[in-house]
């Protein structure tokens, strides 16, 4: 077993996909201690730079350099689904447990040099990975995750997407690796569980490389930002990507930056707009709008002559500057996708849009009384397991084994569930949104969710990110008088996580948010039911 921390460092990496060039030559140095976090807009290329990195997807160009020993976490986990839950446990740790047995066995041999170098080099590695506290750390995570509630013996495809994300937690929990690199890996996480990922991340000695939407998370846990949106001042102000300090501070940093670029531009254009000026001048605005006199030719001659020949060098001396400043000018500063809420006109005024009484799913959830009035705004809050999801499947009419009163007076409902779907995921994103919406809907370009590059697209070829803000832009352009949204925020960007909150507050219709965001319930200001 390789005991040494090293670094993962990936130069110049580029990668494409057809004509799109994902990753223009990335440069990323993680070293051991350090926690870099990967921000940008969805399709910016995070995941395929972190499959990169994992030695999962061969760049196009540039190298990696990676540690011994490096685990890689996507957003969907990669278990094979004919396993059980007890055999992907056991082989997280089996490792760490066999290194504990040889030590054991080379404990008698030590007076043999070859014996006692190994049985120092097996005790490096068994404290880095704190081998003597698998233990403890194991029933701490199966209990803060809700591992236990799940029959070991199940097979993984027959897991929900939220136990297979908290089973993929668990294992990295335990084993304790010295590098790990990690797709949104809050997606699906309450709070006890994300407490003790962020503990676990601060905690390891080793390299950390993370793509996540969760603010707060990467508020507590990263040392450094890499920004992969484009910036021609960078977050660090000289062009560069990479940002030492939380996500708080480079915000901050970030939209610096983004001012200095915008007042770049705009000093720049107003710089080119006056060459160009200075190049159409001509010689016809010598002694403009007089003709020579009889006894003044000769010095108006002589002096229109002075000034043409001035007028010519001017505009050479503007030719050649603006030559250079076209060739070398400030790229236009992108304009990021804004999302804007549709126009709907809801068809139930006043009065209450639903009412619960006594609601009972055995097992998933309980709640006595709620009433919902007509463009109320509800966060249904509690931690994995305490019906959230549940509760929003009642609502919608998806979820219909209950027991108890429950009156939605309205049916025009619609849901964003966490793991979106698609009836044909070969079609162009454009298109399903289209059939889903209906002809009357607005057009999907409109809404600020989805670039336009992607509309023709197929939805399968669209990133996870991608294909959550096509589902989001399904359900918020269907006219309805009930919004349902089911953790709206995993899988977003950042700035658009910021939008859709915004919107919140002046959505036409009756909204429920469901939501372990840490930030968004920080912020919340309307009703809440707490299900914990």
Known sequence: MDTALGPLVGRSISKRFGNQLVLPGIDLVASPGQRVGLVGENGSGKSTLLRVLAGQLTPDGGEVERPAELIYLPQVPPFDDGQTVRQVLEQAVRPIRESLAELENLSGELDRPASAQRYAELLDWAEVHGAWDLERRTRQAQETLGIEAIDEESLIGDLSGGERSRLAIATIITSRPTCLVLDEPTNHLDDAAMTLLEDLLRDLPGVVVVASHDRVFLDRVVTHIVDLDPSHFGTDGEGGRRYRGNFSSYVEQRS?????????????????????????????????????????????NFKGGKVEQTLARRKRNAERRLEVAERDQIPKPPAPLRFRLPTTRPSHAGGLVAQIRGLSVPGRVELQSWDLAAEGRTLVTGPNGSGKSTLLGVLSGRVTEFVGQVDVRTDRVRELRQDVVFPDPEQPAGQAYRLLVGPEAPELRSLGLLHPREHAKPVSSLSVGQQRRLGLAVAMASECDLLLLDEPSNHLSLALVDELEEVFSTAPMALVVASHDRWLRERWTDERIDLG
Request: charged share 35%; no cysteine.
């Open 256 to 300: 610096a930056s983004l001012r200095r670029w915008q007042e770049a531009f705009k000093a720049e254009q107003d710089e080119l707009d006056d060459l160009r000026s200075a190049v159409q001048i001509g010689t016809g605005a010598v002694a403009h709008g007089r003709a020579a006199r009889d006894n003044d030719k000769a010095l108006y």
